[in-house]
Every structure is written in structure tokens, then in C-alpha cells.
């Protein structure tokens, strides 16, 4: 008897943070359900009444035309016949393999120059009185002006692209990095030589650490811009690519096609984001409780 009345209460306690840890999860569980349906409400509400408008006449189909057409031509171009001159069927997969392969040459080299030189910038200040007014005159000068200059020192090939795709991602990563590594807190410094670091380990072992939210965040930027000067890259300066086809729909005034090659884009970008948004997430973990979400 005794020790059935000792080893009760402990089961029932036991049972306690079991109960609450699944229900926490169920909250956790429906409010990612909650956060899926708020994002995917516009762009269903926008498809939405594009149909409608369309389906209704008050548009006609030469002007813009409906999310079903857009979709046929798109189903023909991803999975109809190669032929010989039709860009326009069976292209889309290689088109996007080429645009994914000069976004990730040059988004690299513009993320590897872009942290060095802008955690340098932001912890000495001689590196930032050498480069910082040379990266903010070169930065203010339109990346489309840089395509003639690519052309004629590159040709028409892949060089010229992947230099316009990291030319144009460098800044927003050097200048983001920079930032961050000049605001790193000086407590986390003097708690850093407290407890014995080396000055010449504190650059990797605070001010990196220290400045990986400001990181993430020119990363983000600078692959939004990949997304955008590869278009340009493979409209003006290459053969191939998303970039390609679009200025072909054009040409040919395919809109539905046009219209397809941007939904490609977007959906591209939006993917490579949550990519990087995922590597921030579990690289920050210990901002949990700290920041304010």
C-alpha cells in the first residue's frame, strides 16, 4: 500500500508536461497552418480576379491574356516537343538550368568577396578609408550601364553574365556586412579579451558571429538582385536562359509567354530566399528570445 500511495502522484506528475508539450505542438501546428493560408491568400485572391476579368470580357485576350491560357503555353513549353527552332517548346528546363547555373557563379563569387572585404571594412578602419568611397561611387552607377562595358570586354558569352550577376550582388552584401561587423557590441568585445581571446581572433570569433544578421540580410538582397541582372545578363549579353526567352516572347509578342518566363523568375527567386531564409534560421538559432519574433 505504501507504495502504491508514493508512486501515483508521480505518474500523474510526470503526465503533466507530456499534456502540455502536445499541446503546444498542436498550437504550434495550426498556427503554421494559419501563416501558410495568410501567405498564399493574395496571390489566390489576384489569380482569382485576373480569371474573372478576363473570363468576363472586360479585358480582351490580346491585352492581357487569362491564368489558363498563361498555363497551356507554360505546360507546352516545359513539356512539348524540342524542335530545332521552337524556343518556345520543351526549352523551359534547360532555359532554367542555365539561368540557375550564372546565378550561382556569380551570387558565389559576389558572397565570398562581399563578407572578406566587408567584415574588413567594418572592423579596420584604414580597409574602410581604401575601399569604402571607390564601393559608393561604383555602386551609384546603374548596372545596366556596366552591360556594354561587360559585352564589349567579354563578348557574348557566359563571362559576361556571371560578371554582371556578381558585380551587381556585391554591393548590397559588402555594404550590409560592413554594418554589421562596425556594430558589434563592444561588451561582447571586452567579454571576449576577459576571457583570453587573442586580438588577432576576435575578428572570426566575435565581430563574424556578431555580424551574422547583418550577413543574411545583404545575402537576401544581393541574390534578389542576381535574380534581376541575370535577366538582364541573358537578354543583352548571352544566348540561353529565362532571360533568353523573355525577350524572344517579346519579339514574337507572346505575352501569355512572357507572362510565363516572369512567373519562372519569381518563382525561382522566391525559392532560392527561403533557401537562405532556412540557413538563417537555424545559423541564428540563439536569437530565440532575444529579438522580437
Request: without cysteine; proline residues 5%; hydrophobic residues 55%.
Amino acid at each position: 500500500m505504501t507504495q502504491t500511495s508514493v508512486s501515483e502522484p508521480v505518474r500523474l506528475v510526470a503526465a503533466e508536461p507530456a499534456t502540455k508539450n502536445l499541446e503546444e505542438g498542436g498550437e504550434a501546428a495550426r498556427e503554421k497552418v494559419w501563416r501558410l493560408l495568410r501567405r498564399i491568400a493574395l496571390p489566390a485572391v489576384i489569380l482569382l480576379a485576373w480569371q474573372l476579368v478576363t473570363s468576363a470580357g472586360w479585358i480582351s485576350g490580346s491585352s492581357l491574356p487569362s491564368p489558363t491560357t498563361v498555363a497551356v503555353a507554360w505546360w507546352d513549353w516545359i513539356f512539348g516537343p524540342r524542335q530545332a527552332l521552337a524556343w518556345y517548346s520543351g526549352t523551359w528546363v534547360p532555359y532554367v538550368v542555365m539561368s540557375l547555373e550564372r546565378v550561382a557563379a556569380g551570387f558565389a563569387i559576389a558572397s565570398v568577396t562581399g563578407i572578406f572585404l566587408g567584415v574588413l571594412i567594418g572592423w579596420y578602419s584604414a580597409v574602410e578609408d581604401l575601399f569604402d568611397g571607390l564601393i559608393n561611387f561604383l555602386r551609384a552607377v546603374p548596372m545596366t550601364a556596366w552591360v556594354p562595358f561587360a559585352v564589349f570586354i567579354f563578348g557574348i558569352h557566359e563571362s559576361a553574365a556571371i560578371f554582371l550577376i556578381a558585380f551587381g550582388s556585391f554591393f548590397p552584401i559588402v555594404v550590409n556586412v560592413a554594418a554589421g561587423a562596425r556594430q558589434t557590441p563592444r561588451i561582447l568585445i571586452r567579454a571576449a579579451r576577459m576571457l583570453g581571446t587573442p586580438p588577432r581572433k576576435l575578428l572570426v570569433r566575435v565581430v563574424l558571429p556578431a555580424a551574422l544578421p547583418a550577413i543574411f540580410t545583404g545575402l537576401r538582397v544581393g541574390l534578389g538582385l542576381a535574380w534581376v541582372l541575370v535577366i538582364v545578363a541573358e537578354m543583352l549579353a548571352v544566348q540561353g536562359g529565362l532571360g533568353y526567352a523573355l525577350w524572344s516572347a517579346y519579339q514574337f509578342s507572346r505575352l501569355d509567354l512572357i507572362l510565363a518566363a516572369i512567373a519562372s523568375v519569381g518563382g525561382l527567386g522566391l525559392s532560392s530566399d527561403r533557401l537562405i531564409s532556412l540557413l538563417a534560421q537555424r545559423a541564428l538559432r540563439w536569437q530565440t528570445g532575444v529579438t522580437g519574433r
